[in-house]
């Protein structure tokens, strides 16, 4: 077995030096559905919010706008009414600004809350599969929080931007072609009627999206350069991603899949696959099963395989296996008897633990410690 840079692939080895055992299958990679729900709702209440300012700034004035519209309509257009609508318009306008900064600080917390979530999934599927727990710098996560929170922010920016706009010109069309007030309050509402909906899949699918490449960056990073497609198993899968369920794909090219392990790739075009990797199709819940077998293979099999730099975790993992080895050699013993050697120690401490009486409150708090 070569021995890999990264990190996974290290500790994967050291595992497999420690005891032969056949790779156990990487557990469902939960999606952070909850975490998507209430964003989604909170997505959702600040849209509310917007369009009840809207209701509450427009419509009460809608009566005298056309009144003053109607005055003028056939006299000397003095575009009085046109003025009114415009300040109107500003004053939503600061609420809106006001409200993108709140839709901001929610991004921010839910990129870190999504990052936590799949942080954990991912640790899960390393100790179920690998069988330790990685801890590394993560250099690329800030940067992908920080695009998180500020497309977010951008959207919401946008969306409120754009409903101002249609409403502008509903009022001016309106009331320009003396048409009555109720008229146009109706136009304004039924222009309204579908933003929030359309807010909470907004939210739910930037959650999903971040999630997916949250488990790219991290996969890759390990230096995991493939993955198998796993559908959420459930009815509204679309089949463009049933098709791919059970697939063995790569992280750098999304329109191919292998059925021989890596051997040959072909196109997801013939089978009808989605061309994208899981969780960036509109509501995904699609997942990346990590493809670990890789790391146990030959570097040059895998596809892909970039030269990385090392990261502080593989090098603190490469140095500690040649210490170990420089060790079981001083000894005479070989690297897998000396990790052996070692692991009975620990389960010798482990149960002479369990075997000490416990130290009573009373007496701890007399030797000082607390
Ligand atoms: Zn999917």
């Not at 179920?128 to 992908?144: D, F, I, M, Y």
């Not at 069309?173 to 807010?199: D, N, Y």
């Not at 994208?276 to 995904?284: A, E, K, M, V």
């Not at 210490?323 to 000396?338: H, M, T, V």
């Amino acid at each position: 077995m070569a021995l890999a840079t990264s990190p996974v692939a290290l500790a994967f080895q050291t595992q497999q030096v420690v005891r032969r055992r056949r790779l156990r299958r990487p557990p469902v990679w939960l999606h952070p559905r909850q975490i998507e729900r209430s964003y989604a709702r909170a997505f959702q209440l600040k849209t509310e919010e917007f369009i009840r300012q809207v209701k509450e700034v427009l419509l009460p004035a809608l009566p005298a706008i056309s009144a003053e519209a109607d005055s003028e309509l056939g006299l000397t257009r003095t575009d009085a009414w046109p003025d009114r609508v415009d300040k109107l318009l500003t004053t939503l306008r600061i609420g809106a600004a006001a409200r993108a900064t709140d839709v901001k600080a929610l991004a921010i917390d839910v990129g870190q809350k999504t990052s936590r979530w799949n942080n954990k999934e991912w640790q899960k599927t390393l100790r179920k599969t690998v069988g330790v727990g990685l801890l590394s710098s993560e250099p690329g996560l800030s940067a992908r929080l920080g695009l998180f929170a500020t497309t977010d922010e951008k959207w919401f920016i946008g969306m409120q931007e754009a409903e101002l706009n249609k409403l502008n010109g509903i009022i001016e069309r309106g009331f320009s072609t003396g048409a009555r007030h109720e008229t146009v309050a109706k136009e304004i509402e039924a222009s309204l009627g579908k933003t929030p909906q359309r807010a909470r899949l907004t939210a739910r699918d930037q959650v999903s999206k971040l999630n997916g490449r949250l488990t790219q960056m991290r996969q890759e990073d390990a230096g995991v350069s493939m993955y198998v497609w796993r559908d959420s198993d459930d009815t509204r899968v679309r089949t463009s991603h049933a098709a791919m369920d059970g697939k063995l794909c790569r992280w750098d090219d999304a329109s191919v899949y292998s059925d021989d392990g890596g051997k040959t790739w072909k196109a997801r075009s013939g089978i009808g696959g989605v061309e994208l990797h899981p969780g960036q199709d509109i509501l995904c819940r699609c997942f990346a099963e990590p493809y670990i077998q890789e790391l146990a293979e030959e570097p040059a099999s895998a596809p892909g395989r970039r030269e990385r730099p090392q990261s502080d975790f593989a090098r603190t993992q490469a140095k500690m296996l040649e210490e170990d080895s420089a060790k079981a050699r001083a000894r005479g013993i070989s690297l897998k008897e000396f990790y052996r050697r070692q692991q009975a120690a620990r389960r010798r401490a482990r149960s002479a633990k369990r075997r000490r009486p416990a130290v009573s409150f009373e007496s701890a708090i007399g030797e000082g410690s607390y």
